[in-house]
């Protein structure tokens, strides 16, 4: 009897253990993560101070590595451009590819073929 309530009292104390590390956990992912929304699937930094044309939320963001004809290397990543791309930078929502330099921070929209259908500079 003695050996199952020492046991019992173990998983109690293992038990609340495992509890306060899941809070402080889940606490401090609010903290680290507090400034990246991820509304509807999309990912949006509060820090960009980016126009009203601006879409709410990108399928991506990163460095601009690689630009070439039919495709960008983003943060790493090769990403194809679609046949009816569209480019956005701060000014304007209508630009072209031109405005766009290797080292600029970009956000991207995907289609359902995970080609680049937009693309916005961020700075």
Known sequence: MQV??????????FAAA???VA???LLASGVIFGNLSHAAGKIFLEEWKLP??????F????RLDMIF???LVISD???KLSSSVVYGVPSSSHASKSAFRVGNMVGYLLNHQREIVSLWLIK
Do not use: I
Request: aromatic content about 12%; hydrophobic content about 30%; overall charge positive.
């Open 52 to 57: 009203a044309f601006y879409p709410r939320g």
């Open 77 to 79: 990543t090769s990403r």
């Open 4 to 13: 199952m309530q020492r046991h019992d009292k173990n998983w109690r104390k």
């Open 59 to 62: 399928d991506g963001y990163g």
């Open 69 to 71: 004809e039919d495709r």
């Open 18 to 20: 495992a509890l306060c």
């Open 23 to 25: 809070v402080v956990a």
